[in-house]
């Protein structure tokens, strides 16, 4: 009788976590790399890569995999550009992977569209590939 009992509340118990999906909830994240092509010339210096939806609070990611500059400078911005770094700028050289500082899920909230902005004062290219949201 007891172990009919137990089994019963535990059945339940499985029930209920499982209807609920309280213990199988796995948070989605959008870390999937997106390539960038970006160009810069002395007279119009500032490019972006393709915007995302951002999903979570962790670092934009950036992986710079060629370029004839030297480096560009990278920080997270929304879709219309309006900064998103608070003051947090790198140099990403070719060979790079960055994990950029950024606020936009804090202040703006889950599904944020963002993009990475990026500067170089010189004439030439930077490629890439970067996700929104990172493991980190």
Do not use: C
Not at 111 to 133: E, F, H, L, T
């Amino acid at each position: 009788m007891i172990k009919k009992r137990i089994l019963a509340t535990t059945m339940i118990a499985l029930g209920i976590t499982i209807g609920t999906g309280s213990a199988m909830i796995v948070s989605a994240d959008n870390h999937t790399d997106t390539s960038w092509s970006n160009e810069y010339r002395v007279w119009s210096p500032n490019d972006a890569t393709p915007s995302r939806n951002k999903t979570n609070r962790t670092s934009y990611y950036n992986k710079t995999t060629s370029t004839d500059i030297g480096y560009h400078t990278i920080w997270a911005a929304l879709q219309d550009g309006t900064d998103a770094s608070s003051g947090h700028s790198y140099k990403s050289y070719q060979g790079d992977e960055t994990f950029l500082w950024n606020n936009a899920v804090e202040n703006h909230g889950s599904g944020v569209s963002v993009r990475i902005n990026s500067r170089s004062w010189n004439n030439g290219y930077a490629k890439g590939v970067w996700s929104p949201d990172s493991v980190r």
